[in-house]
């Protein structure tokens, strides 16, 4: 199949869906002109009285229901079209669309007079609207085809070879026989399409080139991204050795495993471990958004949700222990499916919650998760009853490097990148996450906060 797509938007997203917005607006304005067309023929007919014949009116009809025909047939189709260079795509779908309206408006013109019908202009209307779509070689070579055509046409009238279909009442004499209005009609009409093909094609080949370099841009952009990321992985991770290798000595002085401390020296060593694990944590977050950002695929399973949200509760048992706080999990499920997704990723946002909501948590507080059903979705709501967020933090919550005022009173450090880190891990599996605060859990001074993610069923 001829490739009529160029090279550098073969994988260009944005490129595809601006033709298919196009061919969608064609076909929206095909309807109005078949609505106009019937309208003016009844016009002309009943209130101008032109003088049809009946095999005009006739011919004029048909030709009117054929365009609203395949108008609803193209309407239907173009759904299932693919963007595909190789196959048939919607830019080949733009040119069978012109073909067809081409042939619709040689009839039309045929019918209504030929050399003498005012309809003849539209050919230059196409032409222009085949420019803003179609590559340079296909406009030329469709607008030569309907030269020949419309002057073969005019030509064969002229010499008698068909008939001419006058309109009385348009125009007082027949100008099919006159052969120097046929001569200028036809080299006038050439000019025209001539230079509205040039100019139009002139002024879209300098958008696509305009575009072409944006594309380029972002494609250098997203390249100096990715090396960017994966110098902050490469510093941040030489960062994390240094700091993983303090906290293993520092565990080491807490079990006395080096001999008996004293309680003040342990208070001490303790704050320490504590600091430097909270360092860590800042640096697996970063080391986190950094992979989100450079790596675009994940790995798609079949993911049992109940099981795994089972899993993240057991290895954070031990945390929300030593702060007394409650953890349970509710499977109010109807269907127990389970969902497409990456299991690392999913993992890691459910379990970034969990730590949130025990680490802003309060003594002997409680943390609730419920899985629900949803119209083709699960929801997995997570609520606890702890400090809450502010109201005017909660549409910047999940921003990077944003922590909420309250969070940053606590002793209690963070990066502020879990949240964005937790969100981008739900888009990029379809899902949507919202938060609310109160979470309907909690008390007056502990307002609580209440995650809920929702994620197809795929």
Excluded at 146 to 166: Q, R
Excluded at 228 to 248: D, R
Excluded at 403 to 418: F, P, Y
Aim: glycine share 8%; aromatic share 10%.
């Amino acid at each position: 199949m001829i490739s009529l797509i160029p090279s550098w938007a073969h994988n260009y997203t944005e490129f595809w869906q601006a033709i298919r917005r196009r061919n969608l607006w064609f076909i929206q304005m095909r309807y109005w002109a078949f609505l106009m067309l019937t309208g003016i023929l009844l016009f002309s007919y009943l209130v101008l009285k032109i003088e049809y014949s009946s095999i005009q009116l006739i011919a004029c009809l048909i030709i009117s229901v054929s365009i609203l025909t395949y108008n609803s047939l193209l309407h239907y189709f173009r759904r299932y079209l693919k963007c595909e260079p190789g196959k048939f795509n919607p830019i080949h779908f733009s040119l069978l669309q012109m073909v067809l309206d081409l042939i619709a408006l040689l009839l039309l013109v045929y019918f209504t007079g030929g050399i003498e019908s005012p309809l003849y202009m539209l050919f230059v209307f196409h032409m222009i609207i085949g420019s803003l779509i179609l590559p340079g070689f296909a406009v030329y070579s469709m607008a030569f085809i309907s030269y020949i055509l419309l002057c073969g046409m005019i030509m064969l009238e002229y010499f008698g070879v068909i008939p001419h279909h006058h309109l009385g009442g348009l125009l007082g004499v027949e100008l099919s026989g006159n052969l120097y209005f046929v001569v200028s009609y036809m080299l006038t009409f050439g000019f025209t399409i001539l230079i509205s093909v040039y100019l139009a094609n002139g002024i879209a080949k300098q958008l696509y080139n305009r575009e072409r370099d944006l594309y380029d841009s972002l494609i250098k952009i997203n390249t100096a991204e990715k090396e960017k990321q994966k110098y902050i992985m490469g510093i941040v991770h030489e960062l994390k050795t240094p700091l993983a290798a303090v906290s293993s000595y520092l565990d080491l002085i807490l079990q006395k495993f080096l001999g008996p401390i004293n309680e003040e020296v342990e208070e001490k060593i303790t704050r320490a471990k504590f600091r430097s694990d909270e360092g860590i944590g800042m640096i697996n977050d970063v080391l986190n958004v950094s992979k989100l950002k450079l790596y675009d695929e994940f790995d798609e399973e079949d993911v049992n949700l109940a099981g795994l949200i089972a899993a993240i509760i057991r290895n954070r048992k031990d945390t929300a222990e030593a702060q007394l706080i409650s953890l349970t999990f509710n499977d109010e499920r109807t269907k127990k499916e389970k969902i497409r997704g990456d299991k690392f990723l999913l993992n890691l946002a459910i379990s970034n919650l969990v730590g949130n909501s025990i680490k802003y948590g309060i003594d002997e507080g409680k943390v609730i998760l419920t899985l629900k059903n949803k119209n083709g979705s699960q929801v997995l709501e997570i609520c606890d009853d702890g400090i809450g967020i502010p109201k005017e933090d909660l549409e910047k919550i999940f921003k990077d490097f944003y922590r909420s005022s309250n969070a940053k009173k606590m002793s209690t450090d963070g990066s502020g990148l879990g949240l964005s880190v937790v969100k981008q891990v739900v888009e990029r599996h379809g899902g949507t996450i919202k938060v609310n605060s109160p979470s309907g859990i909690g008390s007056m001074s502990n307002p609580g906060t209440c995650f809920i993610i929702q994620l197809p069923v795929k």
